[in-house]
């Protein structure tokens, strides 16, 4: 009989086949033979599994698991083993037809690498891949493909979570295998991020859209996209500036708070934006375009709607749209066709209306959103003043008769006491309109300009309104000319074309418009610390022109350019 623990010179060249088909070597532990068995205990190189092979000899009765146990304990072996695994082998081993080769009797507890660091965005950064939502019901909107999505200034847009430290493992023979720990992330702030102390959160310092690139995390103010806005780059909403570098289709929009600039036509689509609007094409709007921008400039309009908060200027043409700035409306080299234009600070064209008669309405010197104001206020009088008439009708006997008062039951009188609450009311709220009325004609007349420009032709039909005249072209007449009102004799008039002074910005206007409401409550009330305070605040805002702009005169309408007039002062009638 031999036995005992395998030294370098008695290990046997052995392999089992590994998982791959390679064979895997081992290295002998525990050898015995005697003439009921050869049992041989190997192990993995790496000390992770333990194998056993025992071979019936001639005096074989059966192996037992003291036996087995006996010789995982001369190898060494104290860990991995499992009862099952043991049971197994007996099973095997006890049955007719042994098991003649190496059987798996022990494995290790492998070390567990720990999680690598990794980005974790609470801002996803621009991707080209779509990302859709479905509705309640499931359905999907495909023209919605959220490619980008806004942060805004001191959002946390990224963290980095720390590599894990992993866990220990141990072999067959107990030994503790010490954990390899996860690999860390590089990540650097770019333009428009801030990294916290710790160097882990990041935070945006501007509005804009997030960037992940080469490690570099960044906020850019600035979208371009040089495809059409269609279905494969969907609607736009980003709080910076976008460039388009191709056109914007029927049925999209494109929403952009900085600004837009398009290299291509606009379809029936839309854009919204707080900033200037450029296109270089043109607007084919099929009567569903819509535009709200600051300035707009652009070839041509065609079938659009276009409200500006400054200036619209026009290369080519507006034909059949309406079109409303509180600055001025330009066509540089071409006419304004069909539709209504309105341009608070003047309008200006080659031609106005055709030789066709194509109605057209051209309005200066009118502030649209005030108007809009006034015809609300006009309703809402109407309205109260209905309702005192009604009240009249019902108070007007029992004051006539006061006797009768006293008679009323105590539900009669209640209502009669809320009926005279509602008078009340209405009588405070017909005060604030009415004051609200006088405060906005007194802002209207703040770069107002009430003159329309005429280079070329001014055609017979065309429609005129001003802040407070309106008429009708009855002839055809040849320009240069201007068109202005007229208040002494309610009409306007056809004079000499005068030069425009230059359209004012929002900034010059607004710091007029508080300026006079600080004069207009000083000698009310001797001042208005708000007042002045915003004043202050819109004129440290200003450029040097938006000062210079503020502080000067406030023209109804521009003096007529010396030279012949065009056909004189004609009148048309109204």
């Known amino acids: 009989m031999s036995a005992g623990p395998a030294s370098s010179s008695s290990s046997h060249d052995l392999t089992v086949p590994g998982y791959n088909g390679e064979p895997v070597p081992l290295r002998t532990l525990y050898y015995e033979r005697d003439d009921v068995l050869e049992a041989h205990v190997a192990c993995s190189m790496d000390g992770m599994r333990a194998y056993i092979r025992v071979v019936p000899g001639p005096s074989w009765s059966s192996l037992g698991r003291d036996r087995i146990m006996s010789f995982l304990a001369q190898a060494g072996i104290t860990n991995g083993h499992t009862e099952v695994g043991i049971v197994l ?18 494995r290790g507890d492998p070390m567990r690498k720990g999680e690598d660091a990794s980005i974790e965005f609470h801002v ?25 999505e806004n942060c805004f200034t001191g ?20 030994n503790e295998i010490p954990p390899v720990p996860g690999e860390n992330i590089l990540v650097q702030p770019g333009p428009g991020v801030l990294i916290s102390p710790n160097g882990r959160d990041f935070t945006s310092e501007v509005e804009g859209r997030l960037v992940f690139e080469k490690g570099i995390l960044s906020v850019s103010p600035n979208l371009e996209i040089n495809h059409d806005i269609d279905y494969a780059v969907g609607n736009v909403d980003f709080v910076g500036k976008v460039t388009i570098r191709g056109a914007l289709l029927d049925g999209f929009y494109i929403n952009a708070k900085r600004g837009v600039e398009l290299f291509g036509d606009v379809g029936a689509g839309r854009i919204t934006s707080e900033g200037d609007v450029t296109i270089t094409g043109g607007i084919k709007g099929k009567n569903a375009a819509i535009i709200h921008c600051q300035n707009l400039t652009v ?102 008769a006061k006797e009768l008062v006293a008679k009323l039951a ?22 604030e309109l009415v004051e609200e009325r006088v405060r906005i004609d007194g802002r209207s007349q703040v770069g107002m300009l009430n003159q329309i420009n005429v280079k070329k ?91 210079a702009a503020a502080n000067a005169g406030e023209p109804g309408q521009a003096a007529a350019a010396p030279g012949p007039a065009a056909g004189g002062a004609v009148p048309a009638t109204k």
């Not at 105590?410 to 005060?431: G, Y």
């Not at 009330?525 to 040097?544: F, N």
């Open 457 to 547: 032709m001014l055609h017979m039909g065309v429609t005129t309104r001003f802040s407070e005249v309106e008429g009708q072209v009855k002839d055809t007449v040849k320009g240069p000319l201007s068109i202005q009102q007229d208040t002494r004799h309610k009409m306007h008039k056809i004079a000499a074309y005068g030069n425009m002074p230059p359209a004012r910005s929002r900034t010059s206007i607004a710091i007029r418009v508080a300026k006079k409401e600080r004069e207009t409550a000083e000698t009310r009330e001797g001042g208005d610390g708000e007042t002045v305070l915003a004043e202050a605040a819109l004129e440290s805002a200003a450029t040097p022109d938006d000062a």
């Open 299 to 400: 070839h041509y309009i065609d079938d659009a709607s276009v409200e500006a908060s400054g200036n619209v200027v026009a290369t080519k043409e507006i034909m059949n749209s309406n079109v409303k700035a509180l600055g001025r409306v330009t066509v540089t080299a071409g006419a304004i066709i069909g539709g209504t234009v309105c341009g608070f600070q003047g309008v200006e064209a080659d031609t106005l209306g055709s030789d066709m008669g194509v109605g057209t309405t051209v309005m200066a010197g009118l502030n649209w959103t005030e108007e809009n104001r006034k015809s609300e206020i006009r309703a809402k009088v109407a309205e109260y003043m209905d309702r005192l008439q009604s009240a009249k009708v019902l108070l007007e006997p029992l004051f006539a």
């Open 155 to 174: 959002q946390r847009v990224a963290s980095i979570r720390p590599p894990g430290p992993g866990r220990p493992g141990r072999d067959i023979f107990g």
């Open 89 to 106: 082998y007996l099973s095997t081993q006890n049955s007719p037809a042994p098991y003649a080769g190496y059987f798996q009797i022990a």
């Open 410 to 431: 105590t539900e009669q009188k209640t209502m009669l006491a809320d009926l005279v609450s509602e008078l009340q009311m209405i009588r405070d709220n017909l005060i």
């Open 124 to 148: 996803q950064p621009t991707s080209l891949a779509p990302r859709y939502d479905q509705n309640d019901t499931g359905g999907i909107d495909f023209k919605q493909l959220n490619l980008i």
